[in-house]
Each structure stands twice: as structure tokens, then as C-alpha cells.
């Protein structure tokens, strides 16, 4: 079973400033990485797939590297609307399993 | 348009069973697998498992294995999602998504609205 962690678990930023969250896989997932936000009480929305690449019609201030064990989601400049909490999932299995979340505070 | 609607909300007593639904429209039904996703009041989500409408295929995360059913009915296009005996630790919003096996392919990611539910003991 594959375990995803992310860190930091929460964070707080200004409009405008850069933000890195990072995700780790106990296991490579190659590039089978995808990359969530979630407001309250609304179904998540996928925002990069396959590690890097930008689902259509996310603004590109987000961005996502990594491969194997290790990712990242970069919002390269905050805005007031981007305040949610962020998951991270690989699907190199059926498991499908999320990281635990980072709740993104502007 | 691409749409997957999910049964309302319920309130249960514990040891009580239960089926919610999510029916899918605007595709081919039987050409995607349906996924449900957990999520407990104030916590993250959890991948509960999979199914493949037009073979019954199911694929169910350890931790879920066990204690619910996944099905799915191709003749109306909807998925299910059941307990045989609730607990109040089955209380959630559990959301159904629209999945192509093991890819995620550009605009194809859908989800249901959610189903709220409440057991209590």
C-alpha cells in the first residue's frame, strides 16, 4: 500500500507571494501524480496531472514538478481565491491514495 | 455536459444498512470506472475503492476492504456505495468520481456533489 505524506500540513501567505507545497510517496510512483484543491463543501478539483501537467482551465500560476518519490506544487503568485486546502494523489495503483492535505491560508 | 449526481443526504442509527447512489450522464457509461472518496467531518479525503461498470471489476483500498460494497447497474448508469451494518464512525461526505483506470486524461475529471452521511448511535 503506498503512503503519501505532505508537508507543511497548513501555511499562511500574503497575495502575491510564492508558495511550495511538497508531497512524498513511501514508494515511486513514477510520474503518476496528480495534484488537488478543495474548498469547503465542495468536491476537490484537479489541478496538475501526471506530476506537471496543467489540467485545462487552471490558471498557470500553478505549477507541479517532481518524479519517483518526491513532488511539488508551486503557486507562483497567491491570489485571494487560491485559499484552500491542497492534496496531492498518486495513481500508480487502484489504491489511488491522497496525501493528508495542506490547508493554504491567505 | 458531463455530469455526475449523487442521492441526498440521510441520517442513520447505527447498525443500520444503506445504499447511496451516483448516476452519470452526458457518456458512455461503461467506458469509465467510478470511484468513491471519503471524507469525515473537518479531515482529508480517502480513496475507498473503484468500479468497472461493465465487468463489476472492484478494487478496494485495504482500509475499506471488508466494509462497504461498491457496485454498479449499467442499465441506469449509476454506482453504489453500501453498508450492511452503519457505524457512527461511517459518519462523512462521500463523493463518487468519474475515473479512467489508472490515468488521469486532460478534462476528464468529474465528481459528484456529495452525499452527507450521518449515523448516529
Known amino acids: 500500500d503506498i503512503q503519501m505524506t505532505q508537508f507543511p500540513s497548513a501555511l499562511s501567505a500574503a497575495v502575491g507571494d510564492r508558495v511550495t507545497i511538497a508531497c512524498r510517496a513511501s514508494?515511486?510512483?513514477?510520474?503518476?501524480l496528480a495534484w488537488y484543491q478543495q474548498k469547503p463543501g465542495k468536491a476537490p478539483k484537479l489541478l496538475i496531472y501526471?506530476?506537471?501537467s496543467l489540467e485545462p482551465g487552471v490558471p498557470s500560476t500553478f505549477s507541479g514538478s517532481g518524479s519517483g518519490t518526491d513532488f511539488t506544487l508551486t503557486i507562483s503568485s497567491l491570489q485571494p481565491e487560491d485559499s484552500a486546502t491542497y492534496y496531492c494523489?498518486?495513481?500508480?495503483?487502484?489504491?489511488?491514495?491522497f496525501g493528508p492535505g495542506t490547508k493554504v491560508e491567505i | 455536459e458531463v455530469q455526475l449526481v449523487q442521492s441526498g443526504a440521510v441520517v442513520k442509527q447505527s447498525g443500520e444498512s444503506l445504499k447511496i447512489s451516483c448516476q452519470g450522464s452526458?457518456?458512455?457509461?461503461?467506458?469509465?470506472?467510478i470511484g468513491w472518496v471519503r471524507q469525515r467531518p473537518g479531515k482529508g479525503l480517502e480513496w475507498m475503492g473503484l468500479?468497472?461498470?461493465?465487468?463489476?471489476?472492484?478494487r478496494y483500498s485495504p482500509s475499506f476492504e471488508g466494509h462497504v460494497v461498491i457496485s454498479a447497474d449499467t442499465s441506469i448508469s449509476t454506482a453504489y456505495l453500501q453498508w450492511d451494518s452503519l457505524q457512527a464512525s461511517d459518519t462523512a461526505t462521500y463523493f463518487c468520481?468519474?475515473?479512467?483506470?489508472?490515468?488521469?486524461?486532460?478534462?476528464?475529471?468529474?465528481w459528484g456533489q456529495g452525499t452527507q452521511v450521518t449515523v448516529s448511535s
Open positions: 468520481a468519474r475515473v479512467d483506470g489508472l490515468r488521469i486524461q486532460p478534462g476528464g475529471d468529474f
Open positions: 452526458g457518456y458512455m457509461f461503461s467506458s469509465y470506472w
Open positions: 468500479v468497472h461498470p461493465p465487468y463489476s471489476d472492484t
Open positions: 514508494q515511486s510512483v513514477s510520474s503518476w
Open positions: 501526471k506530476a506537471s
Open positions: 494523489q498518486q495513481y500508480n495503483d487502484y489504491s489511488r491514495t
